[in-house]
């Protein structure tokens, strides 16, 4: 069943409820999350995933391969990610593919230490041949607003 992996909403609900996002979230954690994008055609579609099949990842995931590889290992031993053949993403509706990236990136360990680790990106902003980006194509007016504060004054 869907959601399994979050916490119960109700559990959630006395300390969120009064956030003006809490509805939103609520529908996100009980029925999954969809993003709204402007529809393409199939045509179109397909020609971009071909061409994102045949081209590949960034050369940042190829010459990180293996910090990249282990990064999604733990992804899908975490059951954040499923590993699909890139041929089933032609079998799947409106399904879009976009090339990774892994980058280097200095942190601070828990004892406050610098130290280098790795992250993957998912290019949602790269083009192909049909020139509209994924993050091109988000209908920004039915995101939820975006709300800044400070947590330190």
């Known amino acids: 069943m869907f959601g399994l992996e979050f916490r119960d909403p109700s559990n959630l609900e006395p300390l969120l409820h009064q956030h003006p996002n809490w509805p939103a979230l609520k529908e996100i ?10 529809s393409i055609t199939n045509k179109a579609r397909k020609l971009d995933l071909e061409f994102h099949a045949a081209r590949g990842n960034h050369k940042s995931a190829v010459i990180n391969r293996a910090a990249l590889d282990e990064i999604i290992e733990n992804d899908i031993s975490k059951g954040y990610a499923l590993p699909l053949l890139k041929e089933v993403l032609f079998e799947i509706p409106n399904a879009s593919l976009a090339p990774l990236g892994c980058i280097k990136k200095d942190t601070i360990n828990e004892r406050g230490e610098r130290s280098t680790k ?11 041949p049909y020139l509209h980006s994924v993050n091109e194509r988000v209908i920004r007016e039915c995101l939820p607003n975006c709300m800044y504060s400070f947590a330190l004054l």
């Open 29 to 38: 954690l009980l029925n999954g999350a969809s993003f709204p994008l402007q």
């Open 118 to 128: 790795f992250r993957m990106t998912h290019d949602q902003s790269f083009l192909g």
